[in-house]
């Protein structure tokens, strides 16, 4: 038998220690790569109809994710595919086809990510559904953080080209994700994240194919499509970071915190995304939209701290 040196717990320490530091990174991960969805729609969305390119999206995440599923022999849920697949619906197809569609009908972008914006309030007023309660100092925060994402898109709000489908579709996004990140904090909150990723993307195929052959006509929607560069780049980019990376890092959030806390990083988001436009496409970022980006900070810290 040999004596344990103080040497072999290094390797333990620095284990720990690097464990801590990727949990500690992923809210910051997640705003950054959550962020890149307004860019992502601004090169894609010109080239192919917004239903169309999220059936492709999602079709992708499972060319991509079903043969890791299986050579891995990941456990598959029992007795909760209905709860997994009715998150999905909500948080996938809901979420994305409304502001997709929102956006195509004329929804300006800066408008929709402050609608959008109000999740984190709606998530709060509906917490105690979840077996949450909201203190004082996180309402100060998410009225900081609302607060922030206005003076962001303040600049970037215009009402040409608005219409009530639009505005509807918006909201409808908004309640969708709302809903679908409550429901799956209270009914499915720990699965493997890779058979259930594959069976949310998949019901929400079933839930948006029927409005895509409706609404666009699925082979002339096809047959319309624009194999730019730039749209396979940003189908690429939504399958591999938005909607596998982005949504596996919300999905462990969502499991390891407060529906509140999750849904208020969502205030980051706006103000990352402005920056990406300023460095990207020189849209113009000004003071105004820097306090904004200060305020939604400080508030999404009042919320998320112990």
């Known amino acids: 038998m040999r004596f344990l040196k ?18 500690a990174a992923m809210p910051f991960l997640f705003v950054l790569i959550w962020s890149t969805g307004f860019i992502v729609a601004k090169f894609g969305l ?10 492709l ?23 909760r595919i209905r709860h997994i697949a009715l998150a999905g619906i909500l948080v996938q197809a809901g979420y994305l086809a409304g502001v997709w569609c929102a956006i195509k009908l004329g929804m300006p ?32 925060g998410l009225a900081f953080g609302l607060c922030g994402v206005g003076l962001v898109v303040a600049n970037k709000i215009s009402l040409i080209g608005l219409s009530w489908p639009s505005i509807a579709l918006c909201i409808f996004a ?11 904090k ?14 949310q993307f998949a019901a929400s195929i079933v839930a948006v194919l029927p409005f895509a052959m409706a609404f666009e006509g699925l082979t002339p929607a096809l ?10 780049g940003a189908l690429l980019w939504s399958i591999l970071a938005l909607s596998i990376g982005a949504i596996f890092l919300l999905f462990a959030l969502i499991r390891k915190s407060a529906a509140t806390q999750v849904t208020s990083l969502l205030y980051l988001t706006p103000p990352t995304t402005a920056v990406m436009a300023w460095l990207m496409f020189g849209e113009a970022f000004s003071m105004v939209g820097m306090a904004g ?10 919320v998320v701290r112990k």
């Open 6 to 23: 103080s040497t072999d717990t290094v390797p333990a320490a620095t284990a720990s220690a690097t464990q801590n530091a990727l949990v």
């Open 46 to 55: 010109p080239y192919a109809p917004p239903l169309t390119f999220l059936l």
């Open 57 to 79: 999206r999602f079709t992708g995440v499972l060319v991509i994710l079903l043969p890791v599923v299986l050579l891995m022999r990941a456990p598959w849920p029992v007795g």
């Open 109 to 140: 972008a800066g408008l929709s990510a402050l609608i959008v914006g109000l999740q984190p309030i709606l998530t709060a007023f509906a917490a105690p559904m979840v077996g949450e309660s909201v203190r004082g100092r996180q309402w100060i």
């Open 174 to 184: 908004l309640l969708s994700i709302t809903v679908g990140t409550l429901y799956q």
């Open 186 to 199: 209270k009914y499915c909150a720990n699965f493997d994240l890779r058979t259930g990723t594959i069976i």
């Open 223 to 232: 047959d319309a499509v624009q194999w730019t560069p730039e749209f396979i």
């Open 293 to 302: 980006m200060v305020l939604a900070v400080i508030g999404v810290a009042l």
